[in-house]
């Protein structure tokens, strides 16, 4: 195997570390991995401690606050869930519009956008409690929801969307623009309602959510435990409780979604458990 490849390589699992972090020392870094090793194959180990790194570097050099970085994702979050429940429900494209809408606020860090798109979106499914009617223009307004248990995510969103305008003046670097590949969500919910076949809410669709739901919280736990930071468990317990209400009022008919719920409450509290974990002190050494 050529020293090429294997400098490839490294290059490759480099770019975990922020930008500016790989421009000072990535030559350095690539350096020492190439010449502390008479190998020609790149070391498993030592890509395993590139990503560990670029993980904790990215955390560390992150100018948002923790707290205003997981309230955003947290929020993203929910905001793409109920888009793709919006895809699955056949809404409107008035209501599509605007779930999308609220989705690129959130993902660019937009906050003075996304505040009244989500008090829009709140007010708007909140109706039929507050009005006690359901008489609006639907095609418009897009779902009445009938209890404030599934009301839970909305009310979240917008008192958060709130709480993150008006964070505004403590950003001086303000939001984080977050990655375009969390449009995956709501394209994976776009084939499954369009597909040939009923999948809306079947097996395949409920596979596919609590496969996702999994693959991000396991990848929080993990990022968690390398950078100990909170921004992730924060996010997660946002996305998480309003839907956990549901079942703790009405309990799970069942012994499958009652498994779901408990596997999603267990990984948020290994990443709460985590996020806080003091780093272990270093060993005093005994003069001789």
Same mark, same amino acid.
């Given at each position: 195997?050529?020293?090429?490849?294997?400098? $490839?390589?490294?290059?490759?699992?480099?770019?975990?570390?922020?930008?500016?972090?790989?421009?000072?020392? $990535?030559?350095?870094?690539?350096?020492? #991995?190439?010449?502390?090793? /008479?190998?020609?194959?790149?070391? #498993? +180990?030592?890509?395993?401690? #590139?990503?560990?790194?670029?993980?904790?570097?990215?955390?560390?050099?992150?100018?948002? *606050?923790?707290?205003? !970085?997981?309230?955003?994702?947290?929020?993203?979050? #929910?905001?793409?869930?109920?888009?793709?429940?919006?895809?699955? !429900?056949?809404?409107?494209?008035?209501?599509?519009?605007?779930?999308?809408?609220? =989705?690129?606020?959130?993902?660019?860090?937009?906050?003075? =956008?996304? @505040? %009244?798109?989500?008090?829009?979106?709140?007010?708007?499914?909140?109706?039929?409690?507050?009005?006690?009617?359901?008489?609006?223009?639907?095609?418009?307004? $897009?779902?009445?929801?009938?209890?404030?248990?599934?009301?839970?995510?909305?009310?979240?969103?917008?008192?958060?969307?709130?709480?993150?305008?008006?964070?505004?003046?403590? &950003?001086?670097?303000?939001?984080?623009?977050?990655? &375009?590949?969390?449009?995956?969500?709501?394209?994976?919910?776009?084939?499954?309602?369009?597909?040939? $076949?009923?999948?809306?809410?079947?097996?395949?669709?409920?596979?596919? +959510?609590?496969?996702?739901?999994? =693959?991000?919280?396991?990848?929080? =736990?993990?990022?968690?435990?390398?950078?100990?930071?909170? +921004?992730?468990?924060?996010?997660?317990?946002?996305?998480? @409780? /309003?839907?956990?209400?549901? *079942?703790?009022?009405? %309990?799970?008919?069942?012994?499958? !979604?009652?498994?779901?719920?408990?596997?999603?409450?267990?990984?948020?509290?290994?990443?709460?458990?985590?996020?806080?974990? /003091?780093?272990?002190?270093?060993?005093?050494?005994?003069?001789?």
């Amino acid at each position: 195997m050529s020293g090429a490849f294997t400098e $490839g390589w490294y290059r490759l699992f480099l770019r975990a570390f922020p930008r500016g972090h790989r421009a000072e020392y $990535g030559t350095e870094i690539i350096g020492t #991995l190439l010449n502390g090793t /008479p190998r020609r194959a790149p070391s #498993l +180990r030592e890509t395993a401690g #590139l990503l560990t790194a670029g993980f904790v570097a990215r955390a560390r050099a992150a100018a948002t *606050p923790w707290w205003a !970085d997981g309230l955003q994702l947290g929020l993203l979050t #929910l905001a793409l869930a109920n888009m793709a429940y919006g895809i699955a !429900d056949h809404s409107s494209p008035w209501w599509l519009a605007a779930s999308a809408a609220l =989705v690129a606020a959130l993902l660019r860090g937009w906050a003075l =956008v996304a @505040l %009244p798109l989500a008090l829009a979106v709140a007010l708007s499914t909140s109706r039929a409690m507050l009005l006690g009617t359901t008489s609006s223009p639907s095609q418009i307004l $897009g779902p009445a929801n009938h209890n404030w248990v599934s009301l839970a995510p909305y009310g979240v969103l917008a008192i958060g969307a709130v709480a993150l305008a008006a964070s505004r003046p403590a &950003l001086p670097q303000g939001l984080r623009v977050r990655p &375009l590949w969390w449009l995956v969500i709501p394209a994976a919910s776009l084939t499954l309602t369009y597909m040939p $076949g009923d999948h809306e809410y079947g097996e395949t669709w409920q596979l596919v +959510r609590a496969g996702t739901e999994s =693959v991000l919280l396991l990848a929080g =736990v993990l990022t968690t435990a390398i950078a100990r930071s909170p +921004r992730w468990a924060l996010a997660a317990a946002i996305y998480i @409780l /309003p839907g956990a209400a549901s *079942p703790l009022i009405n %309990p799970p008919s069942n012994a499958q !979604d009652t498994g779901y719920w408990l596997t999603l409450i267990a990984l948020l509290l290994a990443m709460i458990a985590t996020a806080w974990r /003091p780093q272990p002190l270093p060993e005093r050494r005994h003069s001789q």
